[in-house]
């Protein structure tokens, strides 16, 4: 209706739940909306269920509101914040009121009219509702033939000298509240309402808007408790005593309304919409004991104007002193033209390294989130969606490298004082000035898998990268806290950037396709460049990488480089992985809430998929990796933004390139894309995807346990692998079968191979674990040998391969007769089951019949 004086709009639609004439008995308490001719929509015909529906349908109203200019930025940013319930399940009840509306906010509805515009149904509002819903709705009842209109200053005048008119009551003496809630989900489900202590425990904190907050650059305020949600359980309560029959929740019909389209008069209105803006949160208010609720929101605002006020978090929310502001509450800042220094604590999701700008400046960005913000969105037109992970952009230009921020991993906390915001396509952004301090905070002993989740105040249990500022560390504590739980149960980069290893092509003939994207991959190896043979166009060092996708098998190693893990395996992936692995998932399991994302997900015996390598050209991204050990051989990690390329010195291998607009970011060993990963991983070895030849074995503490304990099945004659191979698998048997190669694979010819055969047990002994790949016509299988089979096989003892070169000879000799091709050998086999519920095969003696 007011589209000719405001620019902005945002639209709802309510459904009347009271006229607003009682809250605990006391009618000058009320919070809710009244205006004459809204009827109680309370029920108390029990006769008929037909006839209460239609009473229902002309006693409850359909009010639709109108948000204008600066309210309808904060309403947008608010409804967009609401849960998934809400948006996309319509389940959780969200409940509005309002107080002192003033009476120039209420204006007849405008009906599209089909009827001339001389009759008289265009110029009375109660033949309008009929004229289009005459009967109502069974659910959502009668369109009010009104509506109602709020926000702040107009382009209308009175007079030539007169102000600008507002729709809000400003100025009045008695300023109009908004609040909002939304309410959990099932909270009359079944018309079961909670007990008071549940009732009790429900912690729910009201938004309220208002002219000042709106003015003041906080957006909104919120109440420690929700007088809407304390009101909505009575109403419900007091309906259960009285018998009444159940009435629709409070439902909103929160829809874009194209107010240029609709009025065909103005071409520059902009439709916020409901997806435009993120939430914002502005200062916490307390609330008081009086039961009058038309409290000014000067008064609320004055509760809580200590700078220092303590940063806690109450009842799970975290609480913010006012000189801080949320990462949630700049959008609203840029629309109110806000661009003075700001503080803000942040959360880590994402950062790039260090580079060297055109003005011979050092250029660092950081990506940071918190809990104002929402964890995901979607973005795009109405065919074309795609899932986005809304995030606040921190950039930082220093002349000397050394004063960039030293951040190490996802889920640090940054703590930003002094830094000015600004816009960057039509999104807030941050930039450090010169006297910006960007602290960067984490636990001072860093996490592992064994470990609960870290939980102190105390300075000597937190590392701060500038300790000649203060850092507000209960606030940084709850952020923390509130980072890792993010970080675990959501995703931390867009599933429509994500690309697995297996969407790389390993054939040389098909370099010319390109891929690019994102990659979750935990590191198997770290190959630096000597430094004699570094140049300017040559990589600075190599990762080599698995996400268990792709076929089962390991790229071959850059030429010229240095194996850092030379020294303890040659198996790839390494046990060093298979153990973090392990680590990871017990963890998971033995949580005292464990994450069902990982249910029925064991530690594997080895490997299946894919290694890959990745090439780091910038000097400055292998610092990281390298001088400050920010990853290790077994670290997950996220690379952004790379491409494949085919591996220097001539080699014509695809591997993955990692640029200088690409970005290397450790993750925790619980974030949501490492259980994801580790789940598929899971799911293709269930499926019988053969594992990786180069595959270390987990070590013995996770050895498989038989499988059968009562009884030894008596086989006679021998058996095909396929029969073995059925469920369930028999406990023992014999087979004559060709060796095709072993695990770790084997370079007969090297001693090496007899060393990646050993493994060392606690009391540093050492013992020969590895596994023959065998096969006959029907069917082909990996056989566990370990122990005493395995010193009979190779005719040593592991101890002996460090002392004895004859004997090592003579072993390499031994294999070589058993995997040659013609070669047949009989063995007995037992199958036992491992610890993640899948059957395995463990030799218990072979020899050659062919020899």
Known sequence: P?????????SIEVV???????????????????????????????????????RRRHSVRRVRIFFYNRYAAVMDALFDQLSDDFCKKRKSPVLLSLVNVPPECIIPASVSMSAPATTCITTNPQLQQYVNNPFGDDELGVSSPYCICIGDKSSMKLGDDGKKIRFDGEGRG??????????????????????????????????????????????????????????YLHMLKRQKEEGEIEFQHSVFNAEEYDMAAASGLRNDVQNVGVAGLRGTVGAARQSGNGSNTAATSEEANAENTDPNANSTSASGVIIRPRSVASLGSLSAMLIQGRRDAITVYGVVLGFSPPRITRMNTYMMSIVLIDE???????????????????????????????????????????????????????????????????????PREARSPEETLHNSTSPEDWSVSDGGHTVDLELTNALWRWGQRRLSTHPTMSPNCYIAISQVSDHVDNFEVSVSGDVTAVVTSILPTPEHLRRSDTPRGFLRLWDGTGPSRSDPMPNNVVNVNADQSIADPPEQVLIRIEKILNAI????????????VNAPLALCGRVINAIIWEEDLWNLIQRFGIINIGSFIRLRNINNAMLPSGSRVNCLSVHAKSSLTPLP??????????????????????????????????APRPQFTTREASISGFSMLDECLRKPAPATFTVQCEVSHTLPASDLNSIDTLKAFCVKQKDGSAVFRFALHIKDTSAEVDVICHGKVAEGLLGMSAQEVSTSVAKCTQALDTL????????????????????DKRVYFVLCSIFCITS
């Open 2 to 10: 007011l589209n000719t004086i405001y620019k902005k709009v945002f």
């Open 16 to 54: 009347q739940l009271d006229n607003g004439t009682e809250e605990n008995n006391n009618p000058s308490s009320s919070t809710s909306l009244s205006i004459p001719g809204f009827c109680n929509p309370m029920m108390t015909d029990q006769s008929s269920a037909a006839a209460a529906r239609r």
């Open 372 to 442: 104002t913000i929402p964890t995901s969105r979607e973005v795009g037109t109405e065919t074309e969606k795609e899932l986005h992970v809304p995030s606040i952009t921190l950039n930082l230009f220093v002349k000397q490298k050394s004063e960039l921020p030293p951040v190490r991993s996802a889920g640090d906390v940054i703590c930003c004082q002094k830094v000015l915001l600004q816009e960057y396509n039509n999104e807030p952004q941050l930039r450090a000035k010169k006297n910006s301090n960007i602290i960067v905070v984490r």
């Open 174 to 231: 008695t300023a109009m509240e908004i609040r909002l809630v939304e309410a959990p989900v099932g909270l009359n489900m079944d018309n079961n309402l909670p007990s008071d202590d549940v009732a009790d425990g429900i912690t729910m904190n009201d938004k309220i808007v208002s002219a000042t907050s709106i003015r003041g650059g906080e957006a909104y305020f919120l109440e420690s408790e929700s007088r809407l949600l304390r009101r």
């Open 669 to 702: 060993h619980d974030a949501y894309e490492v259980k994801m990963l580790l789940k598929g991983h899971d799911t293709r070895l269930k499926r019988g995807v053969p594992t990786n030849p180069t595959s270390a074995i987990l070590p013995g503490k996770s």
């Open 589 to 600: 399991s033995s949580a005292e809430h464990p994450d069902t994302t990982c249910v029925g």
């Open 816 to 835: 070589k007769v058993y995997s040659s091709s013609g070669s047949v050998c009989e063995g007995k086999i037992r199958s036992v089951m491992g610890k």
